[in-house]
């Protein structure tokens, strides 16, 4: 699903294409830009109201029997799981030079399709039923045990996001090195899913894919903060920038949340 962490521009790219400014190296002068504020103000509150439209998406799909015929039953249901990974990594050949339209337009039907099939969780804890996943494991999911599941992605959340924004030092070598797994985990995961079909390569799938996805958080945060002064002043630059740093940001909050609300709701 973070195929799309490999469509944003590297540093080189960027000094090549951008009139390029020094970097605060201390905390306090960090702290104290205006221009980068802003700009992180603006990633956290895209991605803040992709996760209002997913939640009130997730609600309406799974507590509204019309639209839960239709958006949880076949062939939709197919686009729900798979559009994302399939846009994502399109989108990674296809949108190396992305507009600030065809970024946002990434955004806002990613963001769609994955509130869409958060619907499934909500759909269960609504009707007080259990599901089986592929791999036979049993999950009973509660609103309670969705709020504790959110809460706790919020606060680790807000945790490594603080600390890959204050970091003294640039953090790409492991964002590149969690990219590399992120395709790795997608790669097993898909296996388990189609041949092995194992619970316990699922579970130990997903605890590595909660260790993965936190690092990105705060890698993905760090290399936001450097990007900003590499684009300078160049408003295209930082509007793309905006929404693909969302989009990353975005799926990062996502994965947790249902890596977790799903080790939270396992019966085995």
């Known amino acids: 699903m973070a195929a799309v962490l490999g469509i944003f521009p590297g540093k080189e790219e960027l000094m090549s294409d951008y009139q390029t400014r020094s970097i605060p190296a201390g905390r306090d002068e960090l702290a104290m830009d205006p221009g980068l504020r802003k700009f992180m103000l603006g990633v956290y509150q895209k991605m803040g109201l992709g996760l209002v439209w997913s939640a009130v998406l997730a609600y309406v799909i799974g507590t509204v029997p019309a ?7 076949p062939p939709v249901i197919y686009l729900v799981q798979w559009g994302p ?21 990434l955004y806002w039907s990613i963001v769609t399709l994955m509130g869409a099939g958060l619907g499934v969780w909500v759909f269960i804890a609504a009707n007080a039923i259990s599901a089986e996943t592929v791999t036979g494991r049993t999950l009973t999911v509660t609103f309670d045990g969705m709020a504790k599941a959110f809460l706790l992605t919020a606060a680790a959340f807000g945790a490594l996001s603080l600390y890959g924004y204050t970091s003294k030092r640039s953090l790409s070598g492991l964002h590149s090195f969690m990219i590399m797994a992120t395709f790795g985990l997608v790669a097993i995961s898909l296996l388990n899913f189609f041949l092995f079909k194992s619970p316990m390569l699922e579970i130990i799938m997903q605890v590595v894919t909660l260790g993965v996805f936190a690092l990105l958080v705060a890698t993905q945060t760090n290399q ?12 295209r630059g930082q509007a793309v920038a905006t929404n ?19 080790l939270m709701s396992s019966r085995d």
Do not use: C, K
């Open 244 to 262: 693909v740093g969302a989009l990353n940001l975005y799926i990062a909050f996502v994965t947790i949340f249902q890596m977790l609300l799903s």
């Open 85 to 105: 990974l399939v846009i994502l990594m399109g989108s990674s050949f296809f949108m190396r030079n992305a507009s600030p339209a065809a970024s946002g337009l």
């Open 224 to 235: 936001l903060r450097e990007s900003y002064y590499y684009l300078a002043n160049d408003q």
């Open 67 to 73: 639209v839960t015929s239709v958006v949880l039953a």
